[in-house]
């Protein structure tokens, strides 16, 4: 079940949102602490829904201010008028009864901003002996690895008092998209962003269309991606609508990561299928891994995880995507750009040494191209033109090379960062390749700056088309279309 929080200060916008949520969600759930002089049997006509009266004290995380007595009355008279639920939070149960023969569920609540706390499962069997309909236990996630503490406490109440559990916080968003393969009796989504009842609450519009959360069940397989920050990815609008139109009970999700090493082996009792891999873990996820694809292994980098029978095996979709990319230079219709065909004897410049510098390094030596390295940590580029059988050279020596392809390998230009650019202007020159791997903006500075220089650009969306259909394929062993993916993953950006 969704349920969607009436958050209006207003008679008047309670009552528009009301009917608006009545309409897209399962549930609703009128915040009465929110409203100024709420009308309840008013709300109760417009909702169409079953519905949930939370009338929450300061000390829990809510807007009433006022005397207990006031408060408790109010839920008193929602009992009276038998609405589906009434939130009543854990430590003022007592005051409120429900007749044996009543219709309203009484749903016992426990609220924590602060974090997930050590004594969760303490916390949990108090409100067990509450004699609650539904238990409610809501955290503050820290951590991603508390999501984990969230979803045993729901193993354990399994086929007990039903319970509604989660993280807040952007850590926690997993527990809120997961809710059903969790065991949560039900999520809460916002209205629109910015009608948010608590921190990390994710708009419907995202929960419906992005995560398609409505198709979800037990037997969902879960998919995602590790990175820090991933709150901008487009990755999960693609691979979900990969999964629904190519018919896979999936679903993919971002998983802010600090610690991978204590990530991967939390969320081993998940039982995670597949992973994305991105910035900063692509080359620390190693050591965490039961084996390792050959190729990814001679790069040292890893974009992709695959799980077979519980065992997490490492791949690079990187480093085939980004040569493809510099391949289809070669077919394109323009002469100019047929000029340049091939990659073998090339002089290419690659601007970092990092895991998606390190995948193309090793892809365009495979190739036969004469690869230089530039890293502003000079001892990085060193270590891979040595590992890479390449070169490596000084930054401020890049004016004077032949480049005939230059790679930017490094997230300068990346939103929000979009005016800057990692060379100067000068440094470019007509007919030269430009291939910038960043692919939001869809034309970064490097790429304004080359195309007024006369060069031949790429973007980095057509490498991101590529490596995300390998992914696609390394996990169900179906191709998806790329002009599906190309299609998505423009859309999935801003203009
Ligand atoms: P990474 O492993 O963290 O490496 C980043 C590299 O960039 C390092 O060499 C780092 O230098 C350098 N760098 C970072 N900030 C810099 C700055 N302010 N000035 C100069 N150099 C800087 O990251 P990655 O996974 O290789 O990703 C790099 C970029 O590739 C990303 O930003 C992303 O835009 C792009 N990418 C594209 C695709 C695609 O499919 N198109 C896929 C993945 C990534 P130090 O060694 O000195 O720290």
């Known amino acids: ?112 901003f602060r974090e997930t706390p050590d004594n969760l499962m303490d916390i949990y069997r108090k409100l067990r002996q ?58 809460f989504a916002s209205l629109r962003s910015g009608k948010e009842s608590a921190p990390g609450q994710i708009n419907i519009h995202e929960m419906l269309n992005v995560y398609q959360i409505r198709r979800h069940n037990k037997q969902t397989s879960v998919y995602g991606l590790i990175g820090n920050p991933v709150s901008h990815s487009i990755s999960p609008i693609i691979h979900n609508t990969l999964f629904t139109e190519m018919g896979f009970n999936n679903v993919y999700v971002p998983f802010k990561v600090d610690v991978i090493d204590d990530f991967i082996k939390e969320f081993k009792k998940l039982d995670i299928k597949g992973y994305s891999v991105t910035i900063p873990h692509k080359e620390s996820v190693i050591s965490c891994l039961d084996g390792m694809d050959p190729l990814a292994e001679k790069i040292g980098a890893v974009n ?18 980004a040569i493809r990319t510099l391949e289809s230079v070669d077919q394109a219709s323009d002469e100019e750009v047929k000029t340049h065909g091939g990659l073998c004897g090339k002089r290419v410049a690659i601007l970092g040494a990092g895991g998606v510098a390190r995948a193309i390094a090793f892809g365009l030596k495979g190739r036969g191209s004469q690869v230089t390295i530039f890293n502003r940590n000079d001892e990085r580029s060193r270590l891979l033109a040595n590992e890479a059988d390449c070169d490596s050279g ?27 650019t990692p060379v100067d202007k000068n440094i470019l020159k007509p007919n030269m390749i430009v291939f910038d791997t960043i692919y939001n903006p869809k034309e970064t500075k490097l790429l304004r700056d080359a195309r007024d220089k006369g060069c031949i650009t790429i973007g980095g969306m057509p490498m991101f088309v590529h490596q995300a259909a390998a ?3 390394l996990w169900t062993g179906k191709t998806p279309p790329l002009e599906v993916i190309g299609k998505i993953a423009y859309k999935g950006l801003p203009a």
Do not use: W
Not at 84 to 107: A, F, G, M, N, W
Not at 130 to 135: G, K, R
Not at 405 to 411: E, K, M, Q
């Open 1 to 112: 079940m969704i349920c969607i929080p009436i958050i209006a200060s207003t008679m008047e916008d309670a009552l528009k949102d009301t009917e608006e949520a009545s309409s897209v969600a399962d549930c609703v759930e009128l915040r009465l602490d929110c409203i100024k002089k709420p009308d309840l049997r008013l709300l109760l006509e417009r909702c169409t829904k079953p519905v949930i009266v939370t009338n929450r004290p300061v000390r829990e995380g809510g807007m009433f201010d006022g005397s207990e007595e006031d408060r408790v009355a109010l839920l008193k008279l929602a009992l009276e008028l038998q609405v589906d639920y009434v939130d009543i939070e854990h430590d003022s149960r007592d005051r409120v009864q429900c007749s044996p023969e009543s219709k309203t569920k009484l749903i016992v609540s426990y609220h924590n």
């Open 471 to 473: 992914q696609f394929k």
């Open 304 to 321: 992709t995880i695959v799980n077979k029978n519980g065992r997490l095996f490492g791949f690079n979709t990187d480093c085939e995507a």
């Open 130 to 187: 509450s004699h609650a309909d539904i238990i409610k236990i809501v955290t503050y996630a820290r951590s991603i690895t508390d999501n984990i503490r969230i979803y045993q406490l729901l193993q354990e109440g399994m086929g007990t008092t039903p319970i509604i559990s989660f993280c807040m916080g952007e850590y926690g968003n997993i527990s809120r998209i997961l809710y059903k393969i969790f065991g949560s009796y039900l999520t």
């Open 394 to 420: 000084k930054l401020c020596d890049l004016p004077a090379r032949q480049i005939d392809i230059l790679i930017n390998a490094t997230p300068v230009g990346m939103f929000p960062g979009v005016n800057e």
